[in-house]
């Protein structure tokens, strides 16, 4: 039997994941917010133990019953792992899936959960709903490569985004195997982007909000969703370093990039 992690567990996890957004400069200030979903959570009262009742953003109906912890509006995402309680908040969703209960500590330093919870929530419930997840994770943030290249018309494409970042290392197409989304800009926060970004991130494990920045989901862990994000960031990277040195870079050709995937059972409609 697989022993659950322990809410302590999932906070630190939270941090990890905070600390390495950060490390790659893909969140400045209190920009990015992460949250988790979880089907039970044990001891969440004694970590959070203030009790309050709120109006969801939307309705999320496959989430009665469930717990998500979030971050806060403002907090930032390298702090997490100092004071992982002051910077987050958890919400366990009522049966009507329209009201929830947040509780939080009494080191709480944010007046509201981020301004992106409407994205979040959205994604978890219609992730839930399909698969009936235990475990659910979902990150925002600004990874400045890549969030550089989709200010870009030639490259605010599905194909000419993966074309561009997925030839520069053999792990991509490994770690990337179903690419990732391009969303044309629209308003953070609003109802559009929501709707548009749980639509992509159904096809895709990490969708870029043109002119903004990423959101990825993992059904593993808070990390392994910002492993999306450094792997693409990473190849954004190299795309902009090669712009810079004139196109020279001849990066790994299709017949290369498919050898990888063929080495390692990776099914991708990006091979061409």
Known sequence: MTTRPTIEEYLANMGAGGARICEIDASEAGAGNISIC????????????ISERIQLPLPAHNLAGRTLLVTGSGRRLRQISEDPVAAIGAVIVDADGVHAEMLTSPRRAFEKLTSEFNSHLGVHDDQVGRRNLPFHAVVHAQPPHLT???????????????TAILRWEPESIVALSQGIGVLEFMVPGSPQLMEANVARLREFEIVLWSKHGTMSRSDVSVTRAVDRVEYAETGAKYEYMNVLAGGKGEGLLPEEIRAVADAFGIQSPWLS
């Open 38 to 49: 979880v089907d039970e959570l044990p001891r969440v009262r004694e970590v959070f133990p």
């Open 148 to 162: 550089h290249l989709s200010h870009i018309p030639a490259y605010r494409s599905d194909r000419a985004m993966n």
